[in-house]
């Protein structure tokens, strides 16, 4: 269309023509009210357009201020262009706008109108800003700024140039499974706090998911969005709205963190602000990549000086000393451990020759290392051990080996020196522990077989007799039970140092193991019988040393031994021979009554294997069940059947019935009396429980009796109780009888286990009172019901008279005590009435009625058995 034309647009043309425009258009009166703009103005200015009031959106201010420009360019009479800042009252920050302002004037040249045209150049101001930002990071990592310094500074420009962003750094942790905190001055410390060490994850937030999947994440409103459920609550409480995060890459792609914008409100990002984000990310990177590189060679710096000060360190603390001489044995260098070992100062005590260091001279004309250095030379090597005196003058074995140094001038030696103080401590104490027992160092049997051998052929080569003695502690493993291990051993130390100072220089005394010694006797006499005098003269002499009493752990003890002795000539027997027939003696010892000594006896050699044979056989009726109990009635002063004792028999299937007497000393020096003794509880528990279903017997007690082996036993309480509780028989009707020997040790412990057993309705009695270690002190702390007057005093209780005060006495102080008395070994109606008179209340014996099976005693009494 001609220009000439324009003139016939009517007004609905010339609008259109004007809304057609792309570039922002507006049209003021002369007194700056904005009276028209087009739809690009409204589109990307935000302004409102058309026929409403298109000043609503700016404040008086902004108003005051347009209008200003509007006069400045009436009075110019000129088109001006000018920069200004530029907010509507909706937006929550004001956008840099370019504006052209034209003035139309009246055909008067009055001021008519003001044509305008708007650009918004914010984008170009943020990319100029940023681009600074960009520069000051890349100097702030050219003067070495710490990274965190960078981190909050990069944050704080990216912040002014997009106004309502609130930024955040996190960092990968070393395992790549947790972000932590980096740099976000602006969000509250709790907030950061908080999310520190948080693990990534697909729903982990924008940045744990943006570091789990290497992705920019954009949450626009972390009130609804999935990703946000388990910190949405976190982010309200602090008033974060929408958080954008992008993925901070390293160069080979590697994700070192991320890099997040909050804000307070729900928004979607623009294009260029995702840009700006994506390139800080990238910036970022580089300081981060920059500061771990930086850390890396840090690190492998102080590797390499460690290392160096490593090596150092490692000649200088060496156990070994190095030493570099010449020829001559002139010192050039040295370590701290070479002075060390000789107690010298390596600082102010420096040696000048080999012979200075080792305070000797190699051999005496001091040219000895030249021996050394020329081995040093040959196919074998010098190795050299020398007695070297350090500075306190104290001998020092020295371990010395040289070698050369190939192609050195002038000729140099390194010579190594090994301090083998410890290695020859080492071997004197291997050597002990073969051939001595660790507890009371005295030789062990290897050492003994040693001795033994070169006596025999000492014997055989100068015709003289030897002879060798067995001991074995009598009751020592009572005491062993009773009081513990460490006073056994002690016991054990006590009398090795006895057991010394009885035998000759020459002679030598050996512990086999447990409480078993052997002495041997060497160069005795050429006649057998001087021989024998003389061995029975140090045995007498042992046993009268190992009588004494033994102080232990504050109290005293008594132990006395039994030794057998076999007296030897030339090498007519083997080792094995003697120590079977010095063991074969000492169990004569034993059956003699304990606490003497005898010779082998070749009688005592068939009675020895029965006897070990016999030990064998009681485990063995144990586990065939051919031990039975029977049962001796207890009658009270008026002629009533008021219980039992339940005695135990072996019913040997090839013997028959085996007197106790036999089995039961072997049973307790061998062990097996536990399993019989529980066997015999557990037993009679089952018989009482029938006597007490049957209404003529339900009345009745029964005595069981325990062995001392038993009651040292630390289960025994709960062995009692399970025995109560398998068979459901009466506690209250229930008796255990102790002896007075077995309350010789350990008191507290017994008196501790018997209250327990006590406690459960248990009652006891006190059986052959009067024979063993009788104390009033401990009389009245023992929980007892009864008395039981010892046999032996009611054999002679009506010939002899000391029996009788006795029995009468046992009487008087168990009623003093509020204790029932009982009288064991009754056999006539004389003496059951003596003891009547005495005020006794039961008895037991013969007259009464032997022990007999459950089913006799039954018969016995006329008693109806219960129906099973």
């Not at 013997?655 to 062990?671: C, D």
Request: net charge negative; glycine share 6%.
């Amino acid at each position: 269309m001609p220009f000439s034309k324009l003139a016939t647009l009517d007004h609905d043309a010339l609008l259109a023509l004007l809304h057609a425009i792309p570039q922002p258009v507006f049209i003021k009166n002369a007194v700056g009210e904005l009276i028209y703009v087009n739809k690009a103005w409204q589109t990307q200015l935000g302004a409102p357009a058309g026929n409403g009031n298109p000043q609503t959106g700016f404040n008086a201010e902004q108003i005051r201020f347009f209008t200003e420009q509007d006069q400045q360019a009436f009075q110019q009479g000129r088109t001006i262009t000018q920069e200004d800042l530029f907010k509507l009252e909706s937006e929550l920050s004001a956008r840099h706008i370019q504006t052209t302002l034209t003035p139309v004037f009246d055909p008067s040249g009055k001021p008519a109108f003001v044509v305008g045209t708007s650009i918004d150049v914010t984008e170009q101001h943020q990319l100029q800003q940023q681009n600074a930002a960009e520069r000051s990071l890349l100097e702030m990592l050219a003067s070495s700024v710490p990274l965190v310094d960078i981190m909050s500074e990069f944050i704080a420009r990216f912040e002014h140039i997009f106004p309502g962003a609130i930024g955040s750094v996190l960092l990968m942790d070393e395992e790549e499974r947790h972000l932590l905190h980096g740099a976000a001055p602006s969000l509250p410390a709790e907030y950061n706090q908080a999310i520190h060490g948080a693990p990534i994850g697909p729903r982990a937030g924008s940045c744990g998911t943006a570091a789990f999947l290497g992705e920019e994440v954009v949450v626009s409103d972390i009130t609804s969005d999935p990703l946000w459920t388990d910190y949405r609550e976190l982010a309200t409480k602090h008033q974060l709205r929408a958080c954008w995060s992008m993925p901070i890459r390293s160069t080979k792609g590697r994700v070192l963190g991320t890099f997040a914008n909050y804000y307070r409100e729900p928004r979607v990002p623009t294009v260029s602000e995702l840009q700006a984000t994506r390139r800080s990310a990238y910036l970022l990177s580089l300081a981060i990549e920059s500061d771990k590189n930086e850390r890396k060679i840090q690190r492998d710096q102080r590797a390499l000086v460690a290392a160096g000060l490593y090596r150092q360190a490692i000649l200088d603390s060496m156990v070994d000393g190095l030493v570099t001489v010449d020829r001559t044995g002139k010192v050039h260098t040295f370590n701290n451990a070479a002075c060390r070992m000789m107690g010298l100062d390596a600082v102010t005590e420096q040696p000048q020759h080999l012979n200075d260091l080792l305070g000797t001279t190699l051999p005496a004309d001091g040219q000895g290392h030249l021996e050394l250095l020329h081995a040093a030379e040959s196919a074998q090597g010098g190795n050299f051990e020398v007695g070297g005196l350090d500075k306190e003058g104290e001998l020092r074995p020295i371990s010395l080996s040289a070698s050369k140094i190939p192609f050195s001038e002038p000729e140099t030696f390194v010579v190594t020196l090994r301090d083998i103080t410890q290695q020859r401590h080492d071997e004197e104490e291997i050597r002990r522990l073969a051939f001595y027992d660790p507890l009371t160092n005295l030789p062990n049997r290897r050492l003994l077989m040693d001795r033994v051998r070169q006596a025999m052929i000492n014997s055989a080569r100068h015709g003289r007799h030897g002879a060798l003695m067995f001991l074995d502690l009598d009751h020592f493993k009572l005491l062993n039970d009773t009081l513990g291990h460490d006073v056994g051993d002690e016991l054990l130390q006590q009398v090795a140092t006895r057991l010394r100072m009885c035998v000759r220089e020459g002679d030598s005394v050996a512990r086999l193991g447990g409480d078993e010694f052997v002495v041997l006797l060497e160069d005795l006499s050429p006649n057998p019988n001087e021989a024998a005098s003389h061995a029975e003269f140090v045995a007498h002499k042992i046993l009268d040393m190992l009588a004494q009493p033994y102080r232990m752990r504050g109290h005293l003890h008594n132990s006395t031994p039994s030794i057998g002795i076999v007296v030897f000539f030339e090498d007519h027997e083997t080792i094995d021979e003697l120590l079977k027939k010095a063991d074969v003696a000492m169990y004569q010892a034993k059956s003699a009554g304990r606490n003497t000594a005898r010779f082998f006896d070749p009688v005592m050699q068939a009675a020895a294997a029965t006897h070990a044979a016999m030990a064998q056989e009681i485990k063995a009726g144990i586990e065939r069940n051919e031990f039975v109990l029977h049962y001796q009635v207890q009658i009270d002063a008026r002629g009533h059947c008021t219980g039992a004792e339940a005695l135990v028999r072996w019913n040997h299937r090839v013997r028959g019935l085996v007197s106790p007497e036999q089995f039961i000393p072997l049973a307790e020096e061998t062990g097996t009396i536990l399993p019989l003794g529980y066997w015999v509880l557990d037993s009679a528990c089952q018989q009482l429980a029938a006597w007490s279903r049957n209404p003529a017997t339900a009345h009745w007690t029964l005595a069981v009796n325990v062995s001392a082996a038993q009651l040292a036993q630390s289960g025994f309480v709960d062995s009692v109780k399970k025995a109560l509780l398998h068979s459901q028989a009466p506690a209250t009707q229930l008796k255990l009888e102790l002896t007075e020997s077995m309350l010789a040790n350990d008191m507290e412990s017994i008196i501790t286990k018997m209250m327990d057993i006590k406690a459960l309705g248990v009652n006891f009695s006190l059986d052959d009172f009067g024979t063993g270690y009788s104390s009033l002190s401990y009389l009245k702390r023992l929980p007892l019901s009864q008395l039981k007057i010892d046999k032996s005093f009611v054999r002679d209780v009506l010939t002899d008279p000391s029996d009788a005060v006795i029995a009468r006495t046992v009487v008087a102080l168990g009623h003093s005590l509020g204790l029932t008395v009982i009288a064991e070994g009754v056999e006539t109606p004389e003496q059951r009435d003596a003891l009547a008179a005495m005020q006794c209340d039961a008895f037991q014996g013969y007259f009464f009625g032997r022990p007999v099976p459950p089913e006799a005693l039954m018969a016995d009494r006329a008693i109806q058995l219960p129906s099973p």
